[in-house]
Antibody
Framework: EVQLVESGGGLVQPGGSLRLSCAAS????????MSWVRQAPGKGLEWVSY????????YYADSMKGRFTVSRDNAKNSVFLQMNSLRAEDTAVYYC???????????WGQGTLVTVSS | DIQMTQSPSTLSASIGDRVTITCRAS??????LAWYQQKPGKAPNLLIY???TLESGVPSRFSGGGSGTEFTLTISSLQPDDFASYYC?????????FGGGTKVEIK
């Protein structure tokens, strides 16, 4: 069974940093591209970032470029999202998702809540 | 960036109703569109990909159609478990984008 488990969320002050992790199990992570998607409280889904299976291709949403960095460690079955210079508008549940060919998502984690507030 | 516009934003319907949600893309995305269902406090659940292909395990009352810039998600006979929010997502090009969502409520 495919499992994705996010961790690392929490309360952080504006301007602060946080590193999210996504632990993958039930499949061979190195075969799949992965993505992060977020959802602000009471709002819709927003795509954040994509990383290819071998990390050779990476994309970010415009509002995250220069502040967020996605990475992965296939040997440790993990994907990461380093978030710097956090703003109040980054407050959201962050989901890790496995990309099917073409980048739609059949497998999602349960999400981790990031709250940016003083 | 490709903008995805969903309508309506809220839909009130009764059990057994036929329900249709529309998603429009700001430029052609061919058939690279997915639909998701999301219930409160839960991760999204994939319903349809490539505009009209039903994901394994999804009830056949769900169907998708369209290509280019206009797409639909239809629920042929609304069931109690279907009251939820629905999102479209284009994966024709990066940045990937989602529609604003449609909340299906009990009438």
């Amino acid at each position: 069974e495919v499992q994705l488990v996010e961790s690392g969320g929490g309360l952080v002050q504006p301007g602060g940093s946080l590193r999210l992790s996504c632990a993958a199990s039930g499949f061979t992570l190195s075969y799949y591209s992965m993505s992060w998607v977020r959802q602000a409280p009471g709002k819709g889904l927003e795509w954040v970032s994509y990383i290819s299976s071998s990390s050779t291709t990476i994309y970010y949403a415009d509002s995250m470029k220069g502040r967020f960095t996605v990475s992965r460690d296939n040997a440790k079955n993990s994907v990461f999202l380093q978030m710097n210079s956090l703003r109040a508008e980054d407050t959201a549940v962050y989901y890790c998702a496995r990309s099917n060919p073409g980048s739609y998502y059949a497998s999602w984690g349960q999400g981790t809540l990031v709250t940016v507030s003083s | 960036d490709i903008q995805m516009t969903q309508s309506p934003s809220t839909l009130s319907a009764s059990i057994g109703d036929r329900v249709t949600i529309t998603c429009r893309a700001s430029q052609s995305i061919r058939s690279w569109l997915a639909w998701y269902q999301q219930k409160p406090g839960k991760a999204p659940n994939l319903l349809i990909y490539e505009a009209s292909t039903l994901e394994s395990g999804v009830p056949s009352r769900f169907s998708g159609g369209g290509s280019g810039t206009e797409f639909t998600l239809t629920i042929s006979s609304l069931q109690p478990d279907d009251f939820a929010s629905y999102y479209c997502q284009q994966y024709d090009s990066y940045p990937l984008t989602f529609g604003g969502g449609t909340k299906v409520e009990i009438k």
